[in-house]
């Protein structure tokens, strides 16, 4: 991913307080008929899977955006359950 000066950063940083804010509310919902366990499993299951796509393509020159979306959205995802107040 050619971005030497950084500029795609602040897009992706609220694309991940984006992605905890929905997810947060979804979960909210989700949480009133499974509880709370399964939501945060899925939230430790999320942060762990933010490595994969390292351990799939250590090679960062030949990364897209697609993989920096999906390890945003995993985090944001992870976020929402463990910042949220399920």
Request: proline share 3%; aromatic share 12%; charged share 15%.
């Amino acid at each position: 991913l050619d971005d030497t000066d950084s500029k795609y950063i602040g897009a992706l940083t609220a694309w991940l307080s984006g992605v905890a804010a929905i997810m947060s509310l979804v979960f909210g919902k989700v949480t009133q008929k499974t509880g709370k366990g399964p939501i945060l499993t899925l939230g430790a299951l999320c942060f762990c899977f933010v490595a994969l796509p390292f351990l799939i393509q250590p090679d960062l020159q030949r990364w897209n955006g697609a993989w920096l979306i999906l390890i945003y959205t995993l985090h944001g995802t992870g976020r929402a359950t463990f910042e949220g107040t399920l």
